[in-house]
């Protein structure tokens, strides 16, 4: 299914296969002998395999996953009419535990950027999309409608897939739940 925001299409696609992957405990694993990515990230306490310290897409316990979001990033640039043919993409998970979050930010050399909810429940802080906009962020309308200050959230549901231009500022709020949020992300140049 594909929204467009500002006017800017997001596409969201839920992997029917979620429930059979069983890569939480492997993520563990990985964490618990890599040291984690993001030195230059404001926020330096979510874990991260960012900065190349470790790409799920080259691990071929990944494999079906990884096949499924390449077919899903190919649909959302066949359904946004996009004239795009990735030449190569890199890949990271975060996991975020209790006081983690993510500043705002953008993946400037990439075109299409995706993140996959690989863990998490309804009480796991959203993934914060703000318009590009950046001089129009503060007219709002009247009518409470979509505007260009328009900030979108997306709930993390497990097995979901958010694919989105690289260029759209997103974070994530501080992560208030007891229970962990694991994600994984990858850019697409």
């Keep these: ?17 979620h429930n059979k992957l069983n890569l939480v405990d492997y993520c563990y ?17 979510t874990y991260n395999t960012g900065d190349g310290v470790y790409e799920p897409h080259l691990d071929s316990r990944f494999k079906d996953l990884n096949d499924w979001i390449n077919k899903s990033v190919a649909r959302y640039v066949h359904e946004t009419k996009t004239e795009f043919k990735p030449k190569r993409y890199t890949s990271w998970f975060n996991i975020y535990k209790k006081g983690d979050y993510q500043e705002v930010h953008v993946h400037p050399n990439s075109i299409v950027s995706a993140v996959y909810f690989l863990k998490s429940n309804e009480k796991c ?5 703000q318009p590009p906009f950046q001089d129009q962020r503060d007219i709002r309308k009247v009518d409470g409608s979509v505007g260009p200050n328009t900030t979108i959230e997306y709930t993390p549901v497990p097995g979901r897939l958010i694919v989105f231009r690289s260029y759209l500022p ?9 229970g962990d949020r694991i994600t994984l992300a990858y850019n697409y140049e």
């Design 29 to 45: 694993e990985i964490q618990n002998k890599t040291e984690s990515g993001g030195k230059g990230w404001v926020s330096k306490d």
């Design 125 to 129: 802080s959203s993934l914060i999309m």
């Design 1 to 17: 299914m594909i929204e467009c925001w500002w006017p800017q299409e997001i596409g969201y696609y839920d992997n029917p296969n």
């Design 170 to 178: 997103h974070c994530v709020g501080r992560h208030q739940d007891e």
